[in-house]
């Protein structure tokens, strides 16, 4: 079946220092990218995504990059700030119909970053 | 707009009880998916409903069901409560039902079987 898996947190960055957060993927067919983002207390806010092979995702400064041949997302960030702290969720789709699909998250990486 | 809209916020319910949570999806939206997240985990799909019909189902056992109303809101059951069901179930919503659209997610309820 599918799954995603990331890197396992935390991740504790200092203020300004570049992000990697590693996320790879197994699935059948053509699968859609997502990274997802939890702060605390609330539900998941769609971050980024990206649909086909090569595309690059990207907003609030950070991006992703659909590799097909190493079937990855891995998600980056040149200079992350205090209010980057929460959890990412990568994810894919396989099965959109147009009307039906399901996410399959991988189990979250905790980013914090300090002053 | 008002977002997606999840109730109650927290519940505590007891092992062999009933509970049902609420979902309003974003106005305009037709689709209405549910996920359990477990403390410490990714989320898991349960459940998607697209125009009042369901669309697909995860791996869940039949204690749990769904169903979408009319005006799209949804309404997650399940039936006889066990521990571990304890866990924050997240709806999203979005407009068509594929993902590539996006899905809005509430800010979930949070159940806990004692």
């Known amino acids: 079946g599918d799954s995603v898996t990331q890197m396992e947190g935390p991740v504790t960055l200092s203020e300004e220092a570049f992000l990697t957060i590693n996320c790879t993927y197994t699935?059948?067919?053509?699968?859609?990218l997502f990274w997802y983002v939890q702060y605390p207390g609330e539900g998941l806010q769609l971050l980024l995504k990206?649909?086909?092979?090569?595309d690059k995702g990207s907003n609030k400064g950070f991006e992703a990059t659909y590799r097909k041949e190493t079937t990855s997302f891995h998600l980056e960030k040149g200079s992350v700030q205090v209010s980057d702290s929460a959890v990412y969720f990568c994810?894919?789709?396989?099965?959109?119909?147009?009307?039906?699909?399901?996410?399959?998250f991988g189990t979250g990486t905790r980013l914090q970053v300090t002053l | 707009d008002a977002g997606v809209t999840q109730s109650p916020t927290h519940l505590i319910k007891t092992r062999g009880q009933h509970v049902t949570l609420r979902c309003s999806p974003i106005?305009?939206?037709?689709?209405v998916s549910w996920y359990q997240q477990v403390l410490g985990q990714g989320p898991q799909f349960i459940f998607q409903?697209?125009?009042?019909?369901?669309?697909g189902r995860g791996n869940f056992p039949d204690r749990f069901s769904a169903r979408q109303f009319p005006n799209y809101s949804s309404e997650l059951n399940v039936n006889a409560l066990l521990l571990g069901d304890s866990a924050l179930y997240l709806c999203?919503?979005?407009?068509?039902?594929?993902?590539?659209?996006?899905?809005?997610f509430g800010s979930g309820t949070r159940l806990t079987v004692v």
């Open positions: 999203a919503s979005s407009p068509w039902g594929g993902a590539n659209y996006g899905y809005t």
């Open positions: 699935a059948t067919g053509y699968p859609s």
């Open positions: 990206a649909t086909k092979a090569d």
């Open positions: 994810a894919l789709s396989d099965r959109d119909t147009g009307t039906a699909s399901k996410l399959t």
């Open positions: 106005s305009g939206h037709k689709s």
């Open positions: 409903y697209y125009e009042k019909e369901e669309r």
